[in-house]
């Protein structure tokens, strides 16, 4: 990287691909973090995951990747979709997803109608049944909103890539030819909520991920510089072809250097 580094206040942090992959630990991510503490530097992790909640995240940082973290420095495609469903109108919803997505809608006062619901929710969900889409096809057929918590079609794990909540949204949008409203990235949906609850503007922070096609593009698509960092799903040679570049790119994050 030999760009002059612009000197952002805070930071919108990708989690899966970027300060862990799957089980396996980034070996510069615990350090970036506590880089960032002592400069000062607000940041706030940004995630299309929609399984865990954000305490749950915070627990794992610690516990198995030794990244210190907090629940509200936790924003997860589930609260910006029940964040979104609030702008709606209406309150009762048909779930696909886990622990996460269903207690971010819960919390967020929607009650659960499988007959004929306002709107189908669709994230990753690892117990995905014939019964589910079957239900989820037929609410929407009837007039339920369809939104989905990401377009992920894959996760970085370190058995390799495996199926992401967009795969899944795939089968369902087939089968209803009706096209789903994204909320997380590269959306500005998930990428305005985020800003409003780190409290600063789109030209004071930036945006770091290790996929091209939803982190940096939720950056690019938003008018939010970009850092990409090659350690999970993007990798240089996908980038040749590519128009409109990351702002900056990395192979590891302790190669990114910021002033006090």
């Known amino acids: 990287m030999d760009k002059t580094v612009k000197d952002y206040k805070g930071y919108l942090i990708d ?3 970027t300060m862990y992959k799957g089980d396996e630990p980034i070996t510069e991510a615990p350090a970036f973090i506590e880089r960032l503490r002592s400069a000062g530097k607000k940041f706030l992790f940004v995630t299309n995951n ?9 627990i794992k940082l610690k516990n198995q990747f030794d990244i210190e973290a907090h629940e509200n420095e936790i924003y997860t495609s589930s609260l910006a979709t029940a ?3 609030k702008t709606l109108g209406g309150y009762s919803v048909y779930v696909i997803g886990e622990k996460g997505l269903q207690q971010a809608l819960e ?3 929607f009650v659960v109608d499988e007959e004929k619901p306002d709107h189908v929710v669709v994230g990753l969900d690892r117990t995905l049944t014939y019964e589910k889409c079957e239900k989820a096809t037929l609410a929407i057929q009837k007039g339920a909103n369809f939104v989905a918590t990401n377009k992920d079609t ?3 794990t370190e058995r390799g890539m495996v199926p992401g909540a967009g795969s899944l949204v795939a089968l369902i949008e087939k089968a ?3 096209t789903p409203t994204f909320v997380g990235k590269p959306q500005s949906i998930i990428m305005d909520e985020a800003l409003k609850r780190i409290g600063l503007t789109k030209s ?3 945006m770091i991920g290790d996929n091209y096609e939803t982190d940096i593009l939720a950056g690019i698509n938003n008018d939010i510089d970009t850092l990409l960092v090659y350690t999970g799903f993007t990798k240089e040679a996908d980038l040749i072809n590519v128009k409109e570049q990351p702002t900056y790119t990395i192979q590891t994050l302790d190669e990114w250097v910021f002033t006090k």
């Open 83 to 85: 964040d979104y469903l």
């Open 176 to 178: 209803t030819r009706v």
């Open 50 to 58: 929609s399984t865990s909640s954000p305490e749950d995240v915070a």
């Open 154 to 156: 894959n996760l970085p």
């Open 15 to 17: 989690l899966d691909g």
């Open 204 to 206: 004071e922070v930036l």
């Open 107 to 109: 919390q967020a006062g």
